[in-house]
């Protein structure tokens, strides 16, 4: 899905026309371009293998913290492990186990109601920053930027319509999946945050959609920083097919396209799951691409406006990757998807 939505990134870049020379600079853009060569500095010799050992932890307090870019991939390594162990513990010393398990259970409604206080606060936080970015942006940039903006949109919604057909193919009625879905997909679209929903979308495949518990906790956690369809497919690949004729490159040609996708796809594997991190993706695809990185700051102006659907779109493809997964090894409960009365609401966060 990630190598289909930067198909589609590509195809919306053409069909609006954008051009790399209709984007102005104003304050907030100059002063976000040489904060981008830092960044760039991250992503220069970044490999596959060294990517994927990135996802071993070494400081679990570091991951915890999340300090790395790769920290809910190694949380989930570490939980995953924790509970192996735990269930050794449970079959040699089951009152040892049942301790640890009360108390673990005790941490995490604390730490849920933490979480639920925080992001009550966050479309505030959206408001403001997006205001700060107006007042200090050329009006021109903006009003450039509103076709970069739709452009955007109208390929996100058609990857919402490819999800759609995807999930046509398992026999689920998009129309039942997404009323059971919106309470964690408008979360999403509010909060810009895929590690933020993420209790939510585990509650949502679990109770509302049919999806095994195992399914569910892989893919909504795997789906914080791996395979984004919005963050690392879409948007990325739309900024790199905008910049290239810059620098003389064809994006029309079957070679431009298919390197595309292929670095794009690839790219896509620990992207962090909180605001900046399609920054981090559209980085890593100019940078392996030899193109120029200022296209990522000249977009600063809509860039939350931008992100509310991005992050959207991100949620709902791990989602979607939990149905397809339990359904294909044969746990999901379509008794709960079609039961009316399993849903979850925002509040129950």
């Known amino acids: 899905t990630t190598a289909i939505a930067a198909f589609i990134g590509w195809a919306f870049v ?16 100059t002063a976000r371009i040489q904060s981008l060569a830092g960044r ?10 060294g990517q994927i050992l990135s996802f071993i932890p070494q400081n679990i307090f570091q991951d915890f913290a999340g300090l790395r870019d790769t920290s809910t991939i190694s949380v989930v390594i570490i939980s995953s492990l924790t509970g192996l162990a735990y269930m050794g513990i449970k079959r040699k010393e089951p009152e040892h186990a049942a301790a640890f398990k009360k108390g673990l259970n005790a941490l995490h409604a604390i730490v849920m109601r933490i979480v639920t206080l925080i992001l009550r606060l966050t479309p505030y936080g959206i408001l403001a920053l997006t205001t700060r970015m107006m007042a200090t942006s050329s009006f021109q940039a903006i009003v450039n930027l509103g076709v970069f903006v739709l452009a955007s949109y109208a390929a996100l919604f058609v990857v919402l319509l490819v999800h759609s057909a995807i999930l046509i193919s398992q026999k689920v009625s998009p129309m039942t999946y997404f009323k059971k879905a ?3 997909l408008s ?8 590690a933020g929903a993420l209790p939510l979308n585990i509650k949502t495949q679990t109770e509302a959609l049919g999806v095994d518990d195992a399914s569910a906790n892989f893919s909504a956690s795997f789906g914080v920083s791996i395979g984004q369809n919005g963050c690392a497919g879409v948007y990325p690949a739309m900024l790199a097919t905008i910049v290239a004729p810059t620098v003389g490159i064809d994006v ?4 431009f396209l298919l390197s595309l996708i292929l670095i794009v796809t690839i790219g896509s ?37 931008i992100d509310m659907m991005r992050t959207m779109v991100n949620v709902n493809d791990s989602i979607l990757a939990g149905v397809v997964s339990s359904n294909a ?21």
């Open 14 to 29: 053409l069909i609006f026309n954008l051009d790399g020379a209709q984007f102005t600079e104003g304050a907030a853009e």
């Open 182 to 184: 919106f309470p964690v």
């Open 269 to 305: 594997f620990g992207v962090a799951g909180v605001g900046g991190g399609a920054t981090f993706a559209a980085l890593i695809v100019l940078s392996t691409l030899n193109l120029p990185i200022a296209i990522v700051g000249l977009v600063i102006s809509v860039e939350p406006i």
């Open 329 to 349: 090894i044969g746990q999901f409960n379509k008794n709960v998807l079609l039961d009316p009365e399993a849903t979850v609401e925002r509040e129950t966060m």
């Open 187 to 194: 979360f999403a679209f509010t909060a810009r945050s895929s």
């Open 40 to 49: 760039q500095t991250q992503v220069e010799g970044l490999t596959i293998p």
């Open 252 to 255: 029309t040609s079957i070679g």
